[in-house]
């Protein structure tokens, strides 16, 4: 059984940065990918960024390109989102995702508040 503990989120103001944490119960060179998604109210859970661990090739949606960048510890067994030039549109809680087929981990969110 795989568990994901996020921690980070917060209140920042627009501009402002923050730097989410996923810490893994297994080691995740182990998994097949790890990735960030967000759900804001109203709104259907959207991918955010992703990374698969073998070979850490990356995506993004579009929305943060060139703001966010995704990464992992190995050593750590932690999964990280730096996000730089938070806008209010990025409010919503963020939820880290970890896919060992055949079986999808989801942890329980943190919430992420930018003011403008």
Do not use: H
């Not at 661990?53 to 390109?65: C, E, F, R």
């Not at 996000?83 to 963020?94: G, I």
């Amino acid at each position: 059984q795989v568990q994901l503990v996020e921690s980070g989120g917060g209140l920042v103001q627009a501009g402002g940065s923050l730097r989410l944490s996923c810490a893994a119960s297994g080691n995740i060179f182990s998994f097949d990918a790890m990735g960030w998604y967000r759900q804001a109210p109203g709104n259907q859970r959207e991918l955010v960024a992703r990374i698969t661990l073998n070979g850490g090739g990356t995506i993004y949606v579009d929305s943060v390109k060139g703001r966010f960048t995704i990464s992992r510890d190995d050593a750590k067994n932690t999964l990280y989102l730096q996000m730089n030039s938070l806008k209010p549109e990025d409010t919503a809680v963020y939820y880290c995702n970890a896919y060992l087929s055949p079986n999808v981990y989801w942890g329980q969110g943190t919430q992420v508040t930018v003011s403008s």
